[in-house]
């Protein structure tokens, strides 16, 4: 039983989750303000508020939420792939920090312990220079084009594009498939694509794939939840099955680099499914967990690995694995990983992959800083844009702004959760991780089911509070950017933004 479930339970006997708290946790000494009720139970306003004393007014500390930057702080947790989780506090020398966190030692004044490398230390790592002469070529070109496609006319394909805002570029550009049996994928993939109970393609893999099946590198622009996963992850796995065999001590032959642990669990998801009923390994190699597991994964061989940068890189320095059987790179959400900082990262990773290697780049928006690295990145790509390049707001959502001052965010929240709470699952964006915890502790005091996820808690806990979340067993979840994306699968959710 998850140590954790009587306090959902009852959400007067809540504490502040402890990564790193050991044993089962004593009974509540306290009971929540005014008498809170479990969420579900009805109080007087039917929220599960307090029968009894009214809730007092939150009250934030003066000067306002402080994350705690910089200033000698000897840091908070484990270190993450996020931008935001490192460099922070780098003046101490690697004690724990006092309070929610202060039995965990810290990474980020003194090295790299356990949890990940700073990234002073990602930046100043130097790996081997790699020797591409000699290299055996490899086969990447496996489009066959279905005669129902051929057989389209040139209408009928502006047409199509047209219909699904699909624009493309680059020479000899093969036309979209209407059908999933147009790719012609193995059957395999038909069959676990049927039982997914997917109608169509996707625009983005409509064009998508016989673009990446021809061996050409690939631009992908579309926005998160568009499907630009498998878009590239079977085409990867037709690709792994036309190369030879893993021999004792041969890294991935596809490699998948993402910005997040999240996403790129998400993404080991799909190519489970997919790769397991074509005896194709992969792995998932992310910062914040052991890296014991992850390292046993490398050494038995795996045809596909999916990583974070920062990780991947301590991997490679320890020489864990290698990327010298990589014929075919994917860099998904390219613009989120430039914009955690990761382009120093993405260079050293890539300076060891040989370059006549396929280069996949995904992204939902299309920055210059993007473009400058697909241009020294990518050979002659094709280009497929789903909808607008530029970054904007989503037409389909309602966005509403209010300015509130400080004193009056909290109360301003629990009134409008009481306004929108009608079974849909809540996302609450915070601005600081303190502030997320904070909240939420406050939210689940007065009866709100609430769960917080950001980049201070161990990759265990981000998981379980992502599938309380998912599941609708917790409704509220507040985070930091850390969930900007890779939350497209979760089906119905309302988002709040709220500046702590």
């Avoid at 139970?41 to 009214?54: K, R």
């Avoid at 021809?214 to 992908?220: F, N, T, V, W």
């Avoid at 809540?426 to 601005?431: A, D, G, K, Q, T």
Wanted: positive net charge; proline residues 8%; aromatic residues 8%.
């Amino acid at each position: 039983m998850n140590p954790y479930d009587n306090r959902y339970s009852d959400a007067a006997s809540f504490r502040g989750r402890r990564s790193d708290f050991v044993g089962p946790i004593p009974p509540p000494s306290f009971v929540g303000r005014g008498g809170a009720v479990p969420y579900g139970v009805p109080g007087p306003n039917g929220f599960g508020s307090a029968p009894v004393a009214p809730v007092p007014p939150f009250v934030p500390p003066s000067g306002g939420f402080n994350v705690g930057r910089g200033g000698g702080r000897a840091g908070n947790g484990p270190v993450s792939d996020r931008k935001h989780d490192m460099g922070r506090g780098r003046g101490g020398g690697g004690g724990g920090r006092a309070g929610a966190h202060g039995f965990r030692g810290s990474a980020r004044g003194g090295g790299r312990h356990g949890g990940g490398s700073s990234r002073d230390d990602l930046n100043n790592i130097a790996l081997p220079k790699q020797d591409f002469k000699n290299l055996v070529p490899f086969e990447k070109n496996f489009y066959v084009e279905c005669p129902a496609v051929r057989a389209m006319s040139e209408q009928e394909v502006l047409h199509y594009r047209a219909s699904r805002e699909i624009t493309v570029q680059g020479n000899d550009v093969p036309k979209p498939i209407m059908m999933f049996h147009e790719a012609n994928f193995p059957d395999y993939c038909l069959e676990v694509i049927a039982n997914l109970r997917f109608a169509d393609p996707t625009p983005i893999q409509a064009q998508g794939w016989p673009m990446a099946l021809k061996g050409r590198d690939l631009i992908g622009i579309a926005e998160t939840g568009s499907g630009k996963t498998l878009a590239y992850l079977l085409p990867a796995l037709v690709h792994v099955n036309a190369q030879p065999r893993l021999a004792h001590g041969d890294g991935p032959i596809v490699l998948v680099l993402a910005p997040t642990r999240e996403l790129a669990v998400q993404i080991q998801e799909e190519a489970l499914k997919f790769g397991s009923r074509a005896n194709k390994r992969s792995t998932c190699i992310y910062g914040g967990a052991p890296k014991g597991p992850q390292i046993r994964e490398l050494k038995r061989g795996v045809e596909i690995v999916i990583a974070t940068p920062g990780r991947l890189i301590d991997m490679l320095e320890a020489q864990h694995t290698n990327l010298r059987r990589v014929t075919y790179l994917v860099l998904d959400e390219a613009d989120r990983m430039l914009d955690m900082g990761f382009e120093p990262q993405i260079r050293k990773i890539v300076a060891q992959i040989r370059p006549d290697r396929q280069t996949l780049l995904w992204s939902a928006t299309w920055p210059r800083d993007v473009e400058t690295l697909a241009r020294q990145f990518l050979h002659n790509p094709y280009k497929v844009i789903i909808g607008s390049p530029y970054l904007k707001a989503n037409q389909s959502i309602n966005q509403i702004v209010e300015v509130v001052t400080d004193m009056e965010k909290y109360n301003r929240l629990i009134r409008l959760l009481k306004e929108v709470m009608d079974g849909s699952r809540i996302l609450i964006f915070m601005e600081t991780k303190k502030g997320c915890d904070q909240v939420t502790r406050q939210m689940r005091v007065d009866g709100w089911p609430a769960l917080s996820i950001h980049g201070d808690k161990n990759q265990a806990e981000r998981d379980w509070v992502l599938a309380e979340f998912k599941s609708g067993r917790s409704p509220i979840m507040t985070a930091t950017d850390v969930a900007a994306r890779g939350l497209g699968r979760i089906t119905v959710f309302r988002s709040l933004g709220f500046l702590v």
